[in-house]
């Protein structure tokens, strides 16, 4: 079992920033690869940033210069660090992990950018 705990979404204005962090427990793996999905109201979950146990990281076009992912591996804990958000960043911020025992989800945090 693998349980994944968010935390740090709310509500920010235009221009301001949020940190998320996820703490993932139970059955980790070494190796795996944890990050951030998203998913805004009617469109589908679109990847937002990921990285790696070693620190490679992938980050969405659409996030780039702005957010910041990084990980405490001996924590089991992923971080979304966001800058400068925009109304389109809206949505629910899934963490995830993906190990040799599977794919596993957060529950969502709700981020809300609006004045």
């Known amino acids: 079992q693998v349980q994944l705990v968010e935390s740090g979404g709310g509500l920010v204005q235009p221009g301001g920033s949020l940190r998320l962090s996820c703490t993932a427990s139970?059955?980790?793996?070494?190796?795996?690869?944890m990050g951030w999905y998203r998913q805004a109201p009617g469109k589908q979950r679109e990847l937002v940033a990921n990285i790696s146990g070693g620190g490679s990281t992938a980050t969405a076009d659409s996030v780039k210069g702005r957010f910041t992912i990084s990980r405490d591996n001996g924590a089991n804990t992923v971080s979304l660090q966001m800058h400068n958000l925009k109304s389109e960043d809206t949505a629910v911020y899934y963490c995830?992990?993906?190990?040799?025992?599977?794919?596993?989800w957060g529950q969502g945090t709700q981020v809300t950018v609006s004045s």
């Open positions: 995830y992990i993906n190990q040799r025992s599977g794919f596993h």
């Open positions: 139970g059955a980790i793996f070494a190796g795996n690869i």
